[in-house]
């Protein structure tokens, strides 16, 4: 299994070999150098927590600094584990994007845009209330009744109504791999991935 840290740059297209436009999105994924083992014995799981995005080390505290000196490596600003690293890589090792090969299938994290407070037509797709031409002038975005009469006289939990949109953990599965340029530390990938420009992504192989 391979795994990395990277930054989403933004989408683009190209075209493949026999002539189809491919709309693909750039990822400037690594290098990530490995700043800590888990081990069954010590910490009862096995994972190598991994490391993107390097910082200055006045920028860094001492606690962290240490972590760091114990790992041999350069600070950075964003860690995370991954279990599918586990008795892969050993402490100190540098993951760059040519962990993957042009073909491989790939899952992408990331936080979603955050939206803010949305109501049910751009949050749910609702199709609005009533028609627009019989006097519905300030109904045709509204969510329309939530509840039932005497019984069971309460709204049930659940309901799609309003409320804050985005801002989640999304994951996109089975994406192929177009490009690997270790020259520029990029990736390209088929289709789209969540998160905005510049948000912290997890790429996994399945």
Do not use: W
């Amino acid at each position: 299994m391979s795994a990395l840290l990277g930054r989403k740059i933004g989408m683009t297209s190209i075209f493949t070999e026999d002539g189809a436009f491919v709309p693909c999105t750039v990822i400037e994924a690594g290098p990530c150098p490995v700043t800590q083992v888990r081990t069954l014995e010590k910490d009862g799981y096995t994972a190598a927590q991994i490391g993107f995005g390097l910082i200055a080390e006045r920028k860094v505290n001492k606690p962290r600094a240490g972590h760091f000196a114990k790992a041999n490596t350069a600070p950075v600003r964003h860690l995370k584990e991954f279990r599918q690293l586990a008795n892969t890589v050993a402490l100190g090792d540098i993951l760059t994007v040519e962990t993957f090969v042009v073909g491989d299938k790939v899952k992408v994290s990331a936080t979603s845009k955050g939206r803010g407070f949305q109501g049910v037509v751009k949050r749910h797709h609702f199709g609005g209330v009533g028609m627009a031409t019989h006097g519905q002038s300030d109904r045709p975005r509204a969510p329309g009744s939530i509840g039932s009469s005497s019984f069971p006289s309460r709204v049930f939990k659940g309901l799609r109504m309003a409320g804050r949109m985005g801002g989640t953990r999304i994951t996109t599965r089975n994406l192929t791999v177009l490009r690997v340029m270790p020259e520029s530390n990029l990736l390209l990938v088929k289709g789209s991935i969540p998160g905005a420009p510049n948000a912290i992504i997890e790429i996994v192989k399945l």
